[in-house]
């Protein structure tokens, strides 16, 4: 048996199929690295399309950051599929009442905006190193001008209008995307711990907060490789957006748990075992307690003493590495957790993860580093925080029409 | 009863359609680029698809799915929990031969005195194995023989076809499907072996096969109820508890079964509509 190492313990009474697991944690790293991506995209929509021009320094970062997580997005489910390579027909023949089937054409779609985004926002530097080098990184640029290399000022107007819709396009795609996964999951009827109407928002919600919260790392870790100043106004910024979606977060998360305990159907009994037994350690201590309650108190208290500096800095990292592990332990408990309750409402299993292995918990951590080596690689590429991206190029230009309309100097 | 002389059908009526529906397509698709028949190549292929979807012999030569509406009773109060059923089930359809691999299996409730609830176990548990020996046969220990049991009764199990399928709702491709005759198959050809219908069936009744990468399930031997025989499991059980039929047929064992008893289907709040009808069911069977 070559399958022998999923096979899960039980106690009491579960349905015999049941003791292999089903979705592995591969299925956990999916919905994981979708929210990232929303949640990096917020943060280019707060600069780009809601003007919270504090968030400068990291909108172009959040940009390639979204970017690179989201081609990761489909390596979970590939390695998980029976017949990968049949994963296509899912996009070529949909079956349209599978919520699943949705899933290439939100991704690919969203992709491609991304990459669009992405293209106008570095078309400035693509023009200059294609002009400015002779290497084979030169043939490079120039094959990416796509033979545009007009970078005159109505051009650039001209582009940043193109960014603006396509960052207002992308709130509903990246939004809409990570709502879809947790409609996968709240749509089941087959389990108690997952049929909830409130699990898109939920997951919504969830993923804003671990985009900003990686955003926050990232940046605070590009300026230290980089050794530059690190912009606090910016920090400053982030942790609003996380303090203020980390609320609803746990508004939401709560108000579905008391909502499945309110109403009290059949099987809740299992589940209060469950959550005060097995699930008692990932769910209320490093999910709520230590992933999201600390966070928030922390925050709130910097925020209310005004703290500064290095030491808000600090907080708000820290906070921030909190709340990336506290989603991830929401993926968990939601897709393990949903899987260890059985379906019979009289049992409880215990997922075996491997360490080794196509779903194994080795290759689950790649899956998540994965996207930050390529977001290492394209950072070359396309650097975050260059000047010459075209925000900055019209700010300019803003400014300058402003100086003469108004005469001021 | 052996599996060369009754090949797995599963896949065949869709993916024979779909072949010959994606011929229909390559040829017509041909015939548009090509010469002024294009209209009449078109209304050819058309019109044999459409024949195929009308002929009398569907999804086979000399079966046809529009004239059965099959379903299937079970007599909880007749079950032994002998698990003929299961073993004639794995072999029948070449089902993995572990303690995790079921389309079909059998509850054992035992009410014990001064107990409220019932203790419940399959063949699968450890202690039915450990009794049996091997996880390729099955049998229930004799586990209670020292207690005082108040109630104990025995509820076979399988896929419930149901009318409004969350499997089928939640297929990606489509690969698994409902017939006319009303039963569910798999594409095996098709599945991309995601999961997800195992995940929504909320019975508990799909399984995957790892080494095929394909989900699997009980479809009431589709292969033998398409050529006029009785389900492998009905066939072997020796009390009469599982009975099989055509609601098409007034008098048929099914027919006759659900007139004649009131019957009950499992989680009917679910909104599936099982077609796998219960006589003799408790309180405690989910």
């Known amino acids: ?409 | 009863m052996t599996e060369d002389s009754c090949p797995r059908p599963d896949a065949r009526p869709s993916s024979t359609a779909r072949r010959r529906f994606l011929q229909g397509l390559g040829h017509a698709a041909g015939c548009v680029v090509a010469t002024a028949g294009t209209l009449g190549a078109l209304r050819e292929s058309a019109a044999q698809s459409g024949a195929n979807a009308r002929a009398e012999s569907f999804p086979t030569m000399d079966y046809d799915w529009t004239k059965h509406q099959w379903a299937f009773g079970v007599d909880a109060t007749k079950c032994i929990g002998c698990l003929r059923c299961v073993e004639a089930c794995k072999a029948e359809n070449g089902v993995t031969r572990d303690a995790h691999h079921f389309r079909t299996w059998v509850e054992r409730y035992v009410y014990l005195e001064g107990e409220t609830g019932a203790r419940i176990d399959s063949q699968q548990d450890p202690v039915n194995i450990a009794a049996s020996g091997s996880e390729e046969e099955f049998r229930f220990a004799n586990r209670y023989q020292d207690a005082k049991v108040e109630k104990a009764f025995f509820v076979p199990k399988l896929c419930n076809q149901c009318t409004h399928p969350a499997c089928v709702q939640v297929c990606p491709v489509g690969a698994t499907y409902r017939t006319k005759d009303g039963v569910i198959l798999i594409d095996d050809e098709y599945c991309i072996g995601c999961r997800y219908c195992v995940q929504a069936c909320p019975y508990g009744a799909r399984l995957f096969n790892e080494e095929q990468g394909v989900s699997d399930k009980c479809n009431w031997c589709y292969h033998r109820i398409t050529k006029g025989m009785q389900p492998a499991c009905v066939e072997v059980c020796p009390v009469n508890a599982r009975v099989f039929g055509d609601r098409m047929d007034k008098e048929s064992p099914i027919s006759l079964f659900i007139r004649n008893n009131r019957v009950q289907v499992l989680k009917p709040e679910t909104g599936n509509a099982p077609n796998v009808f219960y006589v003799g069911l408790d309180k405690e069977v989910r």
């Not at chain 1, 590939?78 to 390579?85: A, F, I, N, T, V």
């Not at chain 1, 703290?307 to 590495?321: E, Y």
Request: proline share 4%.
């Open chain 1, 1 to 409: 048996m070559g399958h022998a190492l999923d096979i899960a313990p039980y106690v009491g009474w579960v349905y015999p199929n049941e003791t292999i697991f089903t979705w592995s944690v591969l299925i956990a790293v999916y919905p994981y690295l979708t929210g990232l991506v929303a949640g990096a995209f917020t943060v280019s929509s707060l600069y780009q399309v809601f003007g919270f021009h504090g968030l400068k320094p990291v909108a172009h970062l959040a940009l390639l950051t979204s970017l690179c997580f989201m081609i990761f997005v489909p390596t979970p489910l590939l390695l998980h599929l029976g017949h990968p390579e049949r994963a296509f027909n899912a996009t070529l023949t949909p079956h349209w009442s599978s919520a699943m089937a949705m899933f290439g054409y939100f991704a690919s779609f969203y992709v491609v905006l991304l990459m669009l985004e992405t293209w106008f926002a570095y078309r400035p530097y693509i023009v200059e190193q294609a002009q400015k080098r002779n290497d084979l990184l030169g043939k490079f640029y120039q094959l990416l001008t796509l033979g545009s290399y007009d970078v005159s000022d109505r051009a650039l107007k001209y582009d940043q209008k193109w960014i603006l819709w396509l960052a207002i396009t992308g709130i509903p795609a990246a939004h809409g995307l990570h709502g879809y996964v947790g409609f996968m999951y709240g749509s089941l009827k087959s389990r108690e711990w997952w049929s909830s109407d409130l699990m898109p928002v939920i997951f919504l919600f969830s993923a804003i907060i671990s985009g900003v919260s990686l955003l926050v790392v990232l940046y605070v870790a590009s300026c230290k490789l980089r050794k530059i100043e690190i912009d606090a106004a910016c920090v400053k910024g982030l942790a609003y957006t996380i303090w203020g979606f980390i609320m609803l977060a746990i508004v939401l998360e709560l108000l579905a748990f008391a909502n499945l305990v309110y109403k009290g159907r059949e099987g809740i009994d299992m589940i209060m075992q469950y959550v005060t037994g097995p699930l008692l350690i990932p769910y209320f201590l490093l999910q709520f307690g230590i992933g999201l309650f600390v966070p928030f108190l922390w925050l709130s208290y910097m925020i209310w003493r005004g703290t500064a500096g290095r030491v808000m800095i600090f907080g708000v990292t820290v906070s921030a590495i909190l709340v990336l592990f506290s989603v991830f332990m929401m993926r968990w408990n939601v897709v393990i957790g949903g899987q260890e309750i059985s379906k019979t409402g009289k049992g409880l299993l215990s997922y075996q993860p491997v360490l080794w292995g196509k779903e194994g918990l080795v290759v689950a951590a790649l899956l998540c580093l994965a996207p930050l080596v390529a977001l290492l690689g394209l950072a070359r590429l396309f650097p975050p925080w260059a000047r010459g991206t075209v925000s900055s190029r019209v700010a300019k230009l803003i400014e300058q029409e402003a100086v003469r309309q108004h005469g001021l100097t």
